[in-house]
């Protein structure tokens, strides 16, 4: 894909949109709730000189240009049960990347996209169930989920990107697979 028709596939695919979760309209008292949920992204690289201009030699391709997009859709949603709520979400994500990334990782591949399933999971949040304890004290989920320790800086990503899956940059796939979680808040 020549240079000029990346930044074109750039400009047209470049997109941000605000996934709003389920998650809100509980906190807000909605009895129940469902969303959809979309997320586009996409980068070109339109360099020179990568690995200090040695990267044909390095990694046995040319990496200094490359484009990657990717699109998530899905939805989430909630609805009573008992004294709490039983909540859920489900996305599906495609990714691609045209030209050898900088990462090496598609060097040789004849295939650099992938369709997989991001989130699916479900859990049940306490809500008013146990008097003695906050609301929404205690949560149970499984399944494929995201998991985010504080910032993040040393555990937020629970799988990879690039390669054959694409979108090495864009790094869009971040579900921990097959997971269960349960957490317990309350206040003093």
């Not at 000189?49 to 040695?54: A, H, I, L, Q, V």
């Not at 809500?127 to 998991?147: H, I, P, Q, R």
Request: proline fraction near 1%; charged fraction near 20%.
């Amino acid at each position: 894909m020549c240079k000029i028709c990346r930044c074109l596939f750039f400009c047209v695919l470049i997109g941000d949109s605000s996934t709003s979760f389920a998650r809100q309209a509980v906190e807000e008292g909605a009895e129940r709730g469902f969303d959809w949920n979309l997320n586009i992204a996409a980068a070109t690289f339109l360099g020179s000189n990568s690995y200090f201009g040695e990267s044909a030699d390095v990694l046995g391709a040319n990496t200094d240009d490359w484009t990657e997009a990717a699109i998530e859709v899905g939805f989430t949603g909630f609805i009573p049960l008992g004294k709490g709520t039983f909540f859920g979400a489900f996305s599906g994500l495609f990714s691609n990347t045209w030209g050898d990334d900088a990462s090496g990782l598609t060097v040789g591949l004849d295939q650099t996209h992938d369709a997989d399933i991001e989130q699916a999971h479900i859990g049940w949040r306490s809500g008013s169930t146990f008097l003695s304890l906050d609301m929404d004290a205690l949560t149970l989920k499984a399944g494929n989920f995201d998991y985010v320790v504080g910032s993040g800086i040393l555990l937020a990503d629970g799988t990879a990107d690039g390669g054959h899956r694409g979108g090495w940059y864009l790094g869009l796939r971040t579900a921990f697979r097959e997971s269960f979680l349960a957490t317990l808040k309350s206040g003093a």
